[in-house]
């Protein structure tokens, strides 16, 4: 480091030199340091005169400059400024360059140009696979029945089917004789029969001398007895173990045939059947073994199903 000593009186002379020579040392010291050569007042009036005249003469020759005015005309070509790079201008905090705060300069602005862009979210990609089937939602509701439509046309005639059943029609009836005579005793005797004339589908059992009911419904009953002279008839129409009606016949000089006929509403297993009266009386029924003078029939009127 270099020690410079002040240029003022009383200071201790270094090196044997005066004060004033050390002054005029350090001046020539700081204009090496600087680097830029000391210039008069007169030389810089000669170099600004020089830039006048430059700058006119580059007025004349440009063709821009307009002859009346001297001045050049900044109306420039837009491909002229298409074709030159883009500067930057300036940053916030910086000073524009110095051309650009120019006046007679004209700026050159950065010429912006518009990119299309694409929404990628409206490109439509290749079809992809089928999804599973989902879930059945649940059933709506049923909405108004519509109004009915036009006959449709008529279709060709069908096969002829298959025979059906025959009707089934119920029915029942019986028809039975004696051809022995008897004579009461001293209990009730059911009157038997030893000849069968008709017993559709054996409703009347010949060994018991009873009708069994297996159709339900209105049933037609007969009986018809020849009486024995001098004798008393007396029989009764069973229905179970009632007594319905009673054929009866008093004793007389001459023996007579005697009928009694009823209608009877049976149920299923109903019984009907003939009872000869105990022997209280002298009660006897008359034949012989050639013909039947006995006989007792019944049969259906009308089904209980058929309401």
Known sequence: ????????????????????????????LLLVVSGEPYRTPYDQEQDQNRDRDSE???????????????????????????????????????????????????????????????????????????????????????????????????????????????????????????????????????????????NLYGHFNMFTGKFYCYVPGIYYFSLNVHTWNQKETYVHVMHNEREVVILYAQPSDRSIMQSQSLMLELEREDQVWVRLFKGERENAIFSDDFDTYVTFNGHLIKPKSEG
């Open 1 to 28: 480091m270099t020690h410079v000593t002040s240029c003022f009186p009383k200071m201790t002379v270094w090196g044997g030199h005066t004060p004033s020579a050390l002054c005029a040392w350090v001046v020539l």
């Open 56 to 198: 006119t003469t580059d007025l004349r020759t440009d063709p821009r400059t307009d002859p009346r005015t001297n001045t050049r005309v900044y109306h420039r070509d837009v491909s002229e400024v298409r074709g030159k790079d883009c500067r930057r201008c300036c940053d916030p905090g910086e000073q524009p360059p110095p051309h650009y705060s120019n006046p007679h300069y004209p700026q050159q602005y950065p010429q912006y140009q518009a990119v299309p862009q694409i929404n990628i979210t409206i490109l439509k990609g290749e079809k992809g696979d089928s999804g599973q089937r989902g879930p059945y939602g649940k059933s709506g509701k049923s909405g108004q029945s519509g109004p009915r439509g036009p006959n449709g046309i008529r279709g060709t005639k069908g096969s002829i089917g298959t025979p059906g059943e025959p009707c089934k029609a119920q029915y029942a009836a019986f028809s039975v004789g004696r051809k022995k005579a008897i004579h009461s005793n001293d209990y009730y005797q059911t009157l038997v029969f030893d000849t069968e004339l008709v």
